[in-house]
């Protein structure tokens, strides 16, 4: 039985530094596992520098940067967490366009972490049913988001789906939903 990921390529945006590296690595094993072809885009071209927690780890390339590229080349948008992540990228013009152009054009987007606060400044979580590190749920309930406290959030607003998890111990089930419901 082919996946549904076959052959569709699904965006990772994160910044040159600070993404929490299992974050980035287990969903991209996972993409890779059912068929999909995972692309690395940055705010910067080069390479991006993987953390566990504080300690730096492994670097990764860049694909492409959100200049060069747009929603229009992805099936779907996965945004791994990190604090400095989310953090960095919700401060960039570019970056936040890049992510809200995956709801703007009804296209699955996934987020762990720290990583909704890319999200929330791209003003695309209210309304929404979701999770996160337990840290943003005053941010994001103040964007308007319906936060809860479980491992794994699908949510289907009209032609979104929206999949959000906690914490690195969340992985399993994160990558179980995206792979479905990429």
């Known amino acids: 039985m082919a996946s549904t990921l076959q052959g569709k390529t699904i965006a ?7 993404v929490e590296q299992v974050e980035l690595t287990e969903p991209w094993k996972a993409v890779e596992e059912a068929g999909g072809r995972p692309r690395l885009v940055s705010t910067d071209a080069g390479t991006v520098q993987g953390f566990n927690h504080l300690d730096k780890a492994d670097t990764f390339d860049v694909d492409e940067t959100v200049g060069e590229t747009t929603s ?5 948008l996965l945004l791994p967490g990190g604090v400095a992540n989310p953090d960095f990228l919700r401060t960039q013009p570019d970056a936040v366009a890049f992510a809200k152009s995956f709801f703007d054009a009804g296209k699955p ?3 762990i972490c720290h990583a909704a606060w890319t999200l929330a400044e ?25 936060w809860v406290d479980e491992e794994v959030v699908v949510c289907e ?15 399993k089930a994160f990558c179980a939903e995206i792979t479905d419901r990429f």
């Open 157 to 171: 607003s009209g032609p979104n789906v929206l999949v959000t998890s906690r914490k690195p111990d969340d992985l």
């Open 72 to 76: 229009e080349s992805y099936a779907a």
């Open 122 to 146: 791209a003003d695309v979580v209210r309304g929404r049913r979701m999770t996160s590190w337990p840290s943003l749920k005053t941010d994001l309930r103040n964007a308007g988001a319906d």
């Open 12 to 18: 990772f945006l994160v910044a040159p530094e600070g």
């Open 109 to 111: 987007v996934a987020a």
